[in-house]
């Protein structure tokens, strides 16, 4: 059974694309048409990449691996924070350090650093000092949560990371590439999905789209470290017949397209 309806990816807008000036040709086996100058993507691979992602995030978790999921962008940024959290995953949502992966014994210091300032916080350590050494041990923290906040509890290399923006994260991807870490990401139509290993073809600009999409990469890795189901179509007791009813109204995605007046409809 897919983790996810067809109707949920239409009522979160994942099927819109970019403007059709903007595709990246190695896109057009996942889109299904264009409708004012807007590329549409077949959701019906949508969902199978997803049901296929699920399940790679689902077995990296239950073998003990860990995830960083990666997201600066605006957009993202709330999103990649709450879900990872949730999963128990690692993740950054504000700027990706050059080399956090592929030099990553130097970052490890800076991530310790930001460790000990934690430590001498909670034991009154940084209360004790003077102003002007507590003023710039403060600043150091802001500084070092802002960039490694979400890997705190990072041991070595992740198993697999995902990302949202692969034009933004292309250096993530790269050392994800050079290290032979699986890469997870949505594709938009104007991205590259040759290197990409787990390909989500998907809007990954519209806010509940990332949002829809990475819940279920964060229900993934719960599902795999507690062998508890947690996708969506599982939840809604979705049937084979109600699959294949939102098959059938994907056929119809155009005439949406025309007729919506949603804010995630807008070009892009």
């Known amino acids: 059974m897919a983790v996810v309806t067809m109707k949920s990816l239409l009522e979160a807008g994942v099927h819109f694309g970019h403007q059709v000036r903007r ?16 590329h549409i993507f077949d959701l019906k691979q949508t969902v199978a990449k997803l049901d296929e992602a699920y399940a790679f995030l689902s077995k990296v978790s ?7 999921f ?16 949730r999963a128990g ?10 080399g956090l992966m592929t030099n990553y014994a130097t970052v490890r210091k800076s991530i310790d650093h930001l ?8 034991d009154g350590a940084v209360e004790a000092m003077g102003i002007k050494e507590r003023t710039k041990t403060m600043k150091s923290k802001a500084r070092l949560s802002k960039l490694f906040g979400g890997l705190r509890t990072m041991e070595g290399l992740p198993r697999a990371i995902y ?9 993530a991807i790269q050392e994800a590439h050079a290290l032979g870490i699986p890469v997870v ?47 969506e179509a599982n939840e809604e007791h979705a049937s084979m017949a109600d699959f294949a009813h939102e098959a059938e109204k994907a056929k119809e995605i155009a005439v949406e397209v025309e007729n919506s007046t949603d804010d995630e409809n807008e070009v892009r």
């Not at 239950?62 to 960083?68: A, D, F, L, T, W």
């Not at 990302?163 to 250096?171: A, F, M």
């Open 23 to 38: 595709w990246d040709p190695r896109m057009k086996h996942f889109i299904f048409t264009q409708r004012n100058g807007i």
């Open 62 to 68: 239950r073998e003990g691996g860990n995830v960083i």
């Open 70 to 85: 990666i997201g600066t962008k605006k957009a993202a940024q709330d999103i990649v924070r709450e879900e990872a959290t």
């Open 89 to 98: 995953a690692w993740y950054v949502n504000e700027r990706w350090v050059g």
């Open 115 to 122: 460790k000990q300032i934690d430590r001498e916080e909670a």
């Open 163 to 171: 990302v949202i923006d692969t034009h933004k994260e292309h250096s």
């Open 185 to 231: 990401a949505i594709v938009d139509t104007n991205c590259n999905p040759d290197e990409i290993d787990y390909v989500i073809p998907a809007n990954d600009d519209a806010i509940r789209s990332l949002r829809l999409i990475t819940a279920l990469m964060a229900s993934a890795l719960i599902e795999g470290r507690e062998g508890v189901q947690q996708s």
